[in-house]
């Protein structure tokens, strides 16, 4: 192959584009609803036997000046999805307790993982959740709107509470 100043030229110019195309396929996990930027929604496999698992998401950050609450969610794959808090009380159980909506302040941002404070609770699996398969979430914000997700199932990471939990 000759070297063509015009030939190098015209792939420096091409570059960027090539470039653009890529970074938007590693965004594309990523969802917006109104203000509301959904990054990339995952669940942990179930256990054998479970008849719930649990939804997270790596980020939902509230890009607008106005507060908005991811106030309900729903599954074909579980009969109900209900939005959870888990605390630790004062002897030392980790307890969890449903709640009516999690807030997102205006530019605030909040991550959810496995062992962390917040999770969407998956009741009544209809099907198990296997790692490397995905399924549909609609997500309901207060004032953004619905938009329906793609949740992945992954393995737990590291983050996934190395001690064992016991939950009441």
């Known amino acids: 192959m000759n070297f063509s100043p015009a030939r190098f030229a015209m792939a420096l110019r091409a570059w960027p584009l090539a470039l653009a195309a890529l970074v938007g396929l590693a965004v594309a996990h990523g969802l917006q ?29 509230n890009t607008g000046s106005v507060a908005d609450r991811l106030v309900a969610a729903s599954t074909p794959v579980a ?8 605390a630790v009380d004062a002897r030392g159980v980790m307890r969890m307790r ?31 959740l296997k790692a490397g398969s995905s399924f549909p979430m609609t997500l309901q ?13 992954e393995p737990a990471g590291p983050a996934a509470g190395a001690a064992p939990m016991h939950m009441h």
């Open 33 to 61: 609803a109104g203000d509301i930027a959904i990054d990339h929604p995952f669940a942990t496999p179930s256990l054998a036997g479970s008849r719930n698992g649990a939804a997270y998401f790596a980020g939902l950050e």
């Open 79 to 86: 009969a109900r999805v209900e939005l959870h808090t888990m």
């Open 98 to 128: 449903e709640i009516d909506g999690i807030a997102l302040a205006p530019k605030a941002k909040l991550q959810m993982h496995p062992g962390g404070p917040m999770h969407l609770m998956l009741i009544d699996l209809k099907v198990p």
């Open 141 to 153: 914000f207060e004032r953004a709107g619905t938009v329906e997700v793609r949740v992945a199932v």
